[in-house]
C-alpha cells in the first residue's frame, strides 16, 4: 500500500512525499518543483521531527529517494521544508567556494541580491 502527503514550505504546497512499506521499513519518496535553493525534508510526527535528507536536482525536480525504519515515523501526520529558526547569510566566494561544506546538512542555498550563499542556523 502506497501513500502520499503534500510537503509544505510555509503553508504553501511544494512537491509530494509517496511512502510504501517494505517489511520493517518504509521506502519514501519527495518529489517537489525545482528549487534555487537546498531543500531539506522532514517528517512531522506529532510531538517531534524526523530529518529525512535533502532533495537533488533530477530530469527538473528535486528529488530524494530513501529508505526510512517504520518506527521513527510511527505518528506520521506530514511532510515539511525544514526552516532553522535563527539563521546567518554567508555569501559564498570563488576563493573559499566549500568554506561551509562540513555544514551543508543545515544550509539552504539561495541567491541574494543576485550573490550565491547560503542561509546557516546559527551555531549555539
Known amino acids: 500500500m502506497q501513500r502520499e502527503y503534500p510537503i509544505k514550505d510555509d503553508g504553501e504546497i511544494v512537491g509530494t512525499a509517496h511512502i510504501a512499506a517494505q517489511g520493517l521499513y518504509y521506502e519514501v519518496q519527495c518529489i517537489c518543483k525545482m528549487q534555487h535553493s537546498v531543500l531539506h525534508i522532514e517528517a512531522d510526527c506529532g510531538n517531534r521531527k524526523e530529518n529525512i535528507g535533502i532533495c537533488v536536482p533530477n530530469n527538473g525536480k528535486m528529488v530524494i529517494r530513501t529508505r526510512v525504519p517504520q518506527k521513527r515515523l510511527a505518528g506520521l501526520?506530514?511532510?515539511?521544508?525544514r526552516r532553522a529558526a535563527c539563521e546567518s547569510w554567508i555569501p559564498i566566494n570563488a576563493e573559499e567556494p566549500l568554506k561551509?561544506?562540513?555544514r551543508i546538512a543545515e544550509a539552504r542555498f539561495a541567491i541574494r541580491d543576485g550573490r550565491p550563499g547560503l542561509w546557516l542556523p546559527n551555531e549555539k
Open 100 to 102: 561551509f561544506l562540513w
Open 77 to 81: 501526520v506530514g511532510f515539511a521544508v
